[in-house]
């Protein structure tokens, strides 16, 4: 049984991989560098990878370590205080949706980096509790409980009533998330 080359699969990832990247560095720039980064690491490991895996948790794991190793190097960096990086993310949305990706995207923000990586990985980019665990290397409770502490912030921060919940993956608002590179919840 013969699989087929994974670098042949690799281009098809970069969209994903982009938009775990911004919901990483919250900046264009340096998510397209993360992207890049992490492509060169895995097309120089690719013998590390095994075929008939998932290559795209494999994936996601470099882009993680990569931001994370990076983030330990820049210790000194100065934060976004005045959101200038993150607002440049997206636009308002056209559709008529109630959630405004203004708000949206500043609360999103305002995230602890693991829980907005919870979020990311489970909400937007689709891995099971059992994938974000493996890749972030922790169990699988943490996650679930990330994501779950995230959720619960995001709707106090939008001042959402429990009735109302969290209304991010219906068809129209990941449609307008995806066309402006933000994060898919």
Request: glycine share 8%; charged share 25%.
């Amino acid at each position: 049984m013969s699989h087929q080359d994974p670098r042949d699969e690799l281009v098809g990832h970069l969209p994903a991989m982009r938009a775990f990247a911004l919901s990483l560095t919250r900046n264009g720039a340096q998510a397209d560098d993360l992207v890049q980064d992490t492509v060169v690491k895995a097309w120089t490991n690719f013998d590390k990878f095994k075929p008939g895996t998932n290559l795209r948790a494999w994936l996601f794991t470099i882009l993680r370590n990569t931001f994370y190793s990076g983030r330990r190097k820049a210790q000194r960096e100065v934060a976004d205080v005045d959101g200038v990086f993150t607002a440049s993310l997206a636009e308002k949305p056209a559709h008529d949706g109630r959630l405004q990706m203004n708000d949206f995207l500043r609360a999103f923000a305002q995230l602890p980096d693991e829980q907005r990586e919870a979020l990311a990985l489970v909400g937007a980019s689709g891995f099971s509790y059992e994938e974000a665990a493996g890749m972030c290397g922790v169990a699988i409770g943490t996650i679930k409980s990330r994501a779950n502490r995230a959720r619960v912030r995001l709707a106090e921060l939008l001042e959402l009533e429990d009735e109302d919940g969290l209304g991010m993956t219906d068809e129209a608002t990941m449609a307008v998330l995806a066309a402006h590179g933000g994060p898919h919840l």
